[in-house]
């Protein structure tokens, strides 16, 4: 039997919001380094940095029914989630549905899986990470579920949870987790200002994070290039 | 024994022409779901978008001498397909022959292998799909055959195919088959401009194609999502 | 025991400095093909063209605590490179790194591994060389050797080696043949232009080369396409 | 902070051993296809097929630690799942962790990387099904958490969970679902035993299982071959 | 629209019968360094060596219907060949498919995707070569083509053509070309018998060949090691 | 130019035949973890064990004629190691090539690349490592290096290193490193046996290696798992 969960309770929006701020390895390491996609997930176009609500969906091999069926339980804040039940390279997705969502107040697309009309995403400047792209089309014949808890190239993803995404690849966060991550991302950008600022200058990390006395201490030697011929 | 076939038939050139207006994506469905090459053939710079018609190209793997035998084969308005016989990722073609092809009016490669100084190829808009990208060079010693049907990227191409390329990716369409799959891709467009307007205020997909019933039919659920903690 | 060896002896600078007008598929033919780094280490963004006295780092996999104490062995003109012990995809490398590294005159970095802030890498122009874009951390922990021969990407890289890297990939050139490739280079590139006028004019490579007889030796056949239905 | 969950609830131990008479392909379609790893775990050895109930590991790349932490967390009938907290390919496991997950009783070991020693683990038969077989070793310097739900090669494994596995991949049974399961697998086999008695006298599946209706719906045509020149 | 193709003309069964005696390296080099399978294409078991007249089966991705539709179209002496029509790692073909087959005299199953219950392939000694081994099942609701022209593994197949495989991996024959084929075999197969002999003898091939003057002309030099420190 | 190198140092033919009674796992670890190949290299039968000094051999892509040159330059306790100058998957080496190898008393072959006549291979029970298996053989046209140093696999590798093989996969020793490496191994074993009988015993690497306090220190935490529904 296959399920569409309707009324998903979404992570808070302000917190969201906020989070689209930090980049995804920011947001990772505030959440105590959980939650990344596989590194295969690439964005369609760069440039972009954004911050949703997850609606997941599920989808058979090459049939993309239920991201037709999904569209409907999106609502402005939103990203879509799309987890194939198994390994996939075909182009789930393309201008079309790229129109529907923008009308919906959608904020991008994750998909472990194929996307298509890849141009016209970029001219729409709507976000799309996916695993590939291809022109491969879809059927429309069986059913999966909606708004399930899905894992999505290699991370547990539930309705409403938090997925941040740049350049950099996608990271989900908890609906649980989101307030204190975005407390901790603010924390580590304040620290990385300084840091930054630090090595502009020309300090070492060897100083400012004094790593020198535990290299020596785990016996790293330092020694002369030998005479080369 | 290998040959070089000369003369060979293309297909019309209006036909083909008018398929360069038409996306990947758009040209795939309308022949009928046949023709894509891999995904893993990506443009080496983005926002090309050729139709052709194919001179084809075997060669033995880090072997480009038969890509300049072809070379003399071509016409303007042809593209290019170069198929090794096994696994290659080497640089088979680079700027200099992209000078050759593009001063007998050809319009792109397609190869199933490694192109290199691609900065070179951007630079003189030049389009050209491929696995990858790499500087290795190749030697001239082993003979192979010009104008011989190939599988490229797993795809079956005949001399004098239309190859459609873009972002998307590259479709291949048989000679005989031109003509029906122009006038298709015709009312395809026609037809998704219509949706493309529909999406646009707001309609679904679920409406839009009358799928709600036929998902009842099949099983689908609409529940709401338990209380959480 | 893990080393530093400090005080290496790098290339030529002059020498070094004249091969970054060289571009990576010239600077390898000259060498006599040798030297090129695998085929999937790709630029982090595009059209950046360098060359630079290599320091070598080993890291352990998913700890980067050896590119901190690299960072000091650098000076202006050379290029970081960092060599996992084993495969490795996570993100070694991101914004606070590079702005150590260009505060020290550090021209870019190859990595046969993960990097992270990659927007912040291209919005500094910072070159960077990789395996694949990856928001995982790394850890602190373990010693490995800094300025010992690595081998990175398939290629064999000594301390002080110069550097070769563009859209094309990443080229390592020895010490000791950097004159001489620097001399085949410019040779190459002269040959080139020739080459080029003369393609640009409908010059064919068949007769450019003198190709043709050594062609029919091989047995190579002219036939004309068969009638079609 | 890493944390070691100890006394977790484990599925039922007659169901659980039950379900090792029943392959994973059974089991998953009895628990309505999901829980399955990807299909690039595979047995180190052919012709084990096991069920036990799920400690599962984390651990940073390249660092075996937790594995001897998670050892004393095993009682009989377990099978030890580990799981990388990013990719790697290093041997985290051999014939003295085996010697030792063997004298407590587990039954196998389930890794989404590599294992070493494998010419001793068939000797000693003890069943590993993992990603790769690499020799390179590991450190012990880093925590990461005991008992804690995992994603593992693409799938969600709970501790207690079931794991069952075969020469055809690796699947987890929700513990809540596990005896739900195993009634289902058992009625999937009898009635697979009817089907290939039938199939063995030379009935077709297109009879047996009535297709020839739906398919003449669906617009299948049988047409005879062209005569071939 | 979707067809099967009845009544097609196969390969002679005298020649394919003999083709199975010799290796799949033999018969590629034997009709030309033509008509291989990818080399990912690996036995489920090892030891078989079969050869037999193709039918060619189009899947969609995760979609095995039409596997059960083609049962009925093959008759003793017979290969299943099996190509998706978009990459899958699904396990469309298992025990119950494999007694259907081997009732009506089916030699094999060669499949550019996954298959399952290969611990009762095995013993069943049904021979498959397929992409991978993966427990996940299909479904049974879009058609495609039977006995139609097939790309299967990077190699294009009609309806009748003779595959022969073995542990060396799979390779087709053309109907056309089959008889000549098995000339060519058999006589590389008696002039390999004699360069066996003498190489096992202690000849080398650098005699046996008549390589060393070609090897002279082309520049080789012989030299002596440098003394070692 | 290509050369023949001749006269090769090899490592002491006592210490390289004592390390054929230790595993690659062992060998590499005595050695301090360097000298891997990269784990993609399997055995083409599993349960050889070999040690010998390589003989190395450059190829390039495709192309088989500096095996047959290298032959030659074979004597008995010689392994044959093979290095395309890029990624190749065809079949360099058969049946024929392992004859002649035999008669000279050569140990095995490694290879980075594809062997073909497997089925042949295991009965001669000549030990092979190699990238893939395919049955696509090679020309003889264009030169390469024997007996220059290669990286192979990731591994740089010497003319007259030892190289240890079995089905963990490849490690090279370096000569001069031999002898070092041969009693860390033994030690090592030694050390291996008393573990193992204490863990047969059911004593915890925990405690054995008294892991306990330092977990501490770094902050494990062992609690107890919630209560479940």
């Known amino acids: 039997m296959a399920v569409v969960v309707q009324n998903i309770k979404r992570a808070d929006a302000g917190v969201r919001d906020a989070l689209a701020e930090y980049g995804v390895a920011t947001v990772h390491e505030a959440q105590g380094r959980i939650g990344l996609l596989a590194p295969y997930m690439r964005p369609v176009w760069k440039g972009a940095r954004i911050a949703g609500t997850a609606v997941t969906v599920e989808v058979p091999p090459g049939d993309n029914w239920m991201i037709h069926v999904a569209v409907e339980q999106c609502q402005p804040g939103d990203i879509m989630v799309v987890a194939p039940t198994s390994f996939s390279d075909v182009g789930y997705f393309g201008d079309l549905l790229a129109t529907s969502l923008m009308s919906r107040g959608v904020r991008g697309l994750i998909i472990d899986a194929g996307v298509r009309d890849v141009a016209d995403l970029e001219e729409m400047k709507f976000p799309v990470w996916s695993k590939c792209v291809y022109a491969q089309g879809t059927v429309k014949e069986t059913l999966a579920n909606v708004n399930v808890p899905v894992v ?63 290299l020596a201490e785990k016996g790293l030697k330092y020694i002369d290039a030998p005479p080369e011929d």
């Open 152 to 214: 999505c190239a290699g991370a547990l993803i539930h309705p409403g949870d938090v997925i941040v995404a740049d350049d950099d690849g996608v990271c989900v966060v908890r609906k649980k987790d989101a307030a204190k991550t975005l407390a901790g991302a603010k924390d580590r950008v304040a620290k990385e200002a300084e840091s930054r600022a630090a090595f502009k200058k020309g300090m070492l990390g060897l100083d400012y994070y004094k790593f020198r006395e535990r």
